[in-house]
């Protein structure tokens, strides 16, 4: 049972389904987003007198949008957290103390935040044209990759969007394209990513290949022996 246990395809199976059930619980998130990017949508025109959306579309809701963009918060959130620990143990280590931190510290601080945000939406943004929320929620830019500048234009319609307390965001929901300025700013549309499940660890398996049959006369390999007389 021990060396059962310990064989790699165990292993790689049950990391494999690990990974898929992740996978599937996503897949579900997804899916009630999806519905409630329609739903809040809907609401949200017939509150303001806007005619409803005349045919569906495959462009991002505002409810997908926000969780993908809560799930890559809580990710910086919480290595910069990390980093941020480790930082002070070490000033502490060398003999500082966290008592009457300058403002100056906390401004350094505050901008280093903001690099760490820029980098990590950015460089996905160039890299594979989701980031890991949006990946998460099934959603994707309509582009794979985006060029430096165009991934700086959306993090400045972005930061907008938020200073102006949401006021960027309306596009997503009144829009007929759901872009909000970010997107106008770097000519970017966010859709949902169509791509099915992958495949069970197993399924990929090939059956034994059947045994040739005998030709006629032929014993297998055993020797048939004469009966012996009484």
């Known amino acids: 049972m021990e060396r059962i246990a310990e064989a790699p395809e165990v292993r790689q199976a049950i990391a494999s389904q690990g990974v898929g059930l992740l996978g599937d619980i996503g897949r579900q998130i997804a899916k009630v987003a999806r519905d409630l990017d329609g739903v809040v949508e809907r609401v949200v025109r017939r509150i303001f007198f806007r005619r409803r959306r005349p045919l569906p579309t495959n462009r991002a809701g505002l409810v997908s949008r926000g ?9 910086i ?19 500082g103390n966290g008592d009457n931190v300058p403002r100056g510290v906390i401004a350094v601080g505050s901008l280093a935040w903001l ?24 959603v994707r830019l309509s582009e794979t990759r985006l060029s430096p ?4 234009r959306r993090l400045v319609g972005l930061g907008f969007s938020f200073i102006t307390f949401g006021i960027g965001f309306l596009g997503i929901v009144f829009g007929e394209a759901r872009r909000d300025w970010a997107d106008r700013m770097a ?31 032929a014993t297998g390999g055993l020797v048939s022996r004469p009966a012996s007389g009484p």
């Not at 990390?82 to 060398?94: R, Y």
């Not at 980098?119 to 929320?133: E, I, K, N, S, V």
């Open 67 to 75: 969780i993908a963009f809560a799930i890559d918060a809580t990710i």
């Open 187 to 217: 000519q970017t549309e966010v859709v949902y990513d169509e791509r099915g499940p992958a495949p069970a660890p197993w399924s990929t398996l090939t059956e034994p290949a059947a045994a040739a049959p005998l030709p006629e006369g």
């Open 149 to 152: 500048g165009r991934a700086f």
């Open 115 to 138: 690099v760490v945000v820029g980098l990590y939406l950015g460089g996905f943004w160039m890299l594979a044209g989701q980031t890991p929320g949006m990946r998460f929620l099934g």
């Open 77 to 95: 959130n919480l290595a910069f957290t990390v980093f941020a620990g480790a930082l002070t143990l070490l000033v502490t280590f060398l003999g």
